[in-house]
């Protein structure tokens, strides 16, 4: 089953502005991380978020977390066409962090 | 990611048929992972390593089995392949260390088709 669950599945942009991706998951996590996936090719990390932790940032990308709620944001400003991929939120299980679970992602894609 | 490479990249294959996936990885990490990803979907593990001698089911490995044949070689075969395998298969790799929290890194994916 999947833990993270993407909202909204599908967003279409114009060039330069901001994309939301959120993600919901359901159980103690010991960070959240967010990876990028152009077509067919395998993921890249893009940030990490521990549990402790309430807003990171790196370059374009803000992350915030909300454990309270469970929840998780991934917001890309001033977004171009380069960025149009699918966006998939990871949970590490706390603790060990052994695992990571995926959502089912976001397709981005922005026009230009 | 260069360091983490998966044969083959694409392959056609039959029901009832054996297959293996392989993968190795140049970027010295005790930890590897197979992922199955389906059209529109996230990824779903399948089975992890944490060593040689360390082999973990993930939440689907009915129909899979896996071989750690080196800190750097993780491979995983199909026994008698099945349409609904049909799926796109990421192997990954995470370093130990704490501090790194399992971020994790991605081959390019082998396309299976079982028909």
């Known amino acids: 089953s999947q833990q993270g669950e993407e909202d909204p599945q599908a967003l279409s942009i114009q060039e330069g502005e901001n994309a939301t991706m959120n993600c919901s998951y359901k159980?103690?996590?010991?960070?959240l991380q967010w990876y990028r996936q152009n077509s067919g090719r395998g993921l890249v990390h893009l940030i990490l978020i521990r549990s402790n932790e309430r807003e990171k940032h790196s370059g374009r990308l803000r992350v915030t977390l909300d454990t309270s709620k469970k929840s998780s944001s991934l917001l890309i400003t001033a977004s171009r066409a380069a960025d149009t991929a699918s966006y998939f939120c990871?949970?590490?299980?706390?603790?060990?962090?052994?695992?990571?679970?995926f959502g089912s992602g976001t397709q981005l894609t922005v026009l230009p | 990611d260069a360091d983490v490479t998966q044969t083959p990249r694409n392959r056609i294959t039959k029901t009832g048929k054996r297959i293996m996936l392989e993968c190795s990885q140049t970027?010295?990490?005790?930890?590897m992972y197979w992922y199955r990803q389906d059209p529109g979907l996230g990824l779903q593990l399948i089975y992890y390593?944490?060593?040689?001698?360390?082999?973990n089911k993930g939440e689907i490995s009915d129909g899979y089995s896996v071989s750690r044949q080196a800190q750097a070689k993780f491979s995983l075969s199909l026994e008698s392949a099945i349409p609904n395998q049909t799926a796109l298969y990421f192997c990954?790799?995470?370093?130990?260390?704490?501090?790194?929290?399992?971020?994790?890194?991605f081959g390019p994916g082998t396309r299976l088709t079982v028909l």
């Open positions: 390593s944490f060593d040689v001698k360390d082999i």
């Open positions: 990871a949970t590490a299980d706390s603790g060990s962090a052994r695992q990571l679970t």
């Open positions: 990954a790799t995470s370093d130990v260390d704490a501090s790194s929290y399992n971020e994790q890194f």
């Open positions: 159980t103690s996590i010991n960070n």
């Open positions: 970027k010295g990490h005790d930890r």
